[in-house]
């Protein structure tokens, strides 16, 4: 079945670092791929997304490239912000389908 | 504003007791779906709904239940036959076709003693 791994965290940062979350899938045919961001005490937000190879994703200054050769859809954004510490999740959905299939979370933690 | 309510953002209940989890919306949205969260285990998938009168079990359906009576309202249902019930629970929707871009009300926190 389909599966998201996300690297462990918690990630702690300072304020201007570069940050990159790692995500990789498993799933047969060519799926969409989402990040999705949440705050604490607060639900999902969709964060940016990827239908097909290649693509690339970017909002509020994060990007992520759907690699479809090694089955990976990295976050990254280059100068994080205190107000970036979140939880980020990296998910799936086959073009199809109405489910989407989300990898652990990572914890993002950054600090003035 | 559009957007997805829960309610209420926690809630506490005796082992042993059914309890039921609200989640409305008014973005006119076809289908519903209800998440459970755990720490470090990502969400999974309850329940969900793509149409009035009709749902379908996600990947951890036992022990809970569902309705969809109003295309607004999915209301979750937390019942005794749940073994781990203290969570946090979520609920999404979409747009029927676009179903794999689900918007997330601000989830509630669950707590079975």
């Known amino acids: 079945g389909d599966s998201v791994t996300q690297m462990e965290g918690p990630v702690t940062l300072s304020e201007e670092a570069f940050l990159t979350i790692n995500c990789t899938y498993t799933?047969?045919?060519?799926?969409?791929l989402f990040w999705y961001v949440q705050y604490p005490g607060e639900g999902l937000q969709l964060l940016l997304k990827?239908?097909?190879?290649?693509d690339k994703g970017s909002n509020k200054g994060f990007e992520a490239t759907y690699r479809k050769e090694t089955t990976s859809f990295h976050l990254e954004k280059g100068s994080v912000q205190v107000s970036d510490s979140a939880v980020y999740f990296c998910a799936l959905s086959r073009a199809a389908g109405n489910k989407l299939t989300f990898g652990g979370g990572t914890r993002v933690l950054v600090k003035p | 504003d559009g957007g997805i309510t829960q309610s209420p953002k926690y809630l506490f209940r005796k082992e042993g007791q059914n309890v039921t989890l609200s989640c409305e919306q008014n973005l006119n949205h076809d289908a519903m779906y209800w998440y459970r969260q755990d720490p470090g285990q990502g969400l999974r998938l309850i329940y969900y709904?793509?149409?009035?009168?009709?749902?379908q079990k996600g990947d951890i359906a036992e022990g809970y239940s569902v309705s969809r009576e109003k295309k607004e309202s999915f209301p979750l249902t937390v019942t005794s036959a749940q073994k781990n019930p203290t969570a946090f629970y979520l609920c999404?929707?979409?747009?029927?076709?676009?179903?794999?871009?689900?918007?997330f009300g601000p989830g509630t926190r669950l707590t079975v003693t």
């Open positions: 990827a239908t097909k190879a290649d």
């Open positions: 999404a929707s979409s747009i029927g076709d676009r179903a794999h871009e689900q918007y």
């Open positions: 799933a047969t045919g060519y799926p969409s």
């Open positions: 709904s793509q149409i009035v009168n009709d749902f």
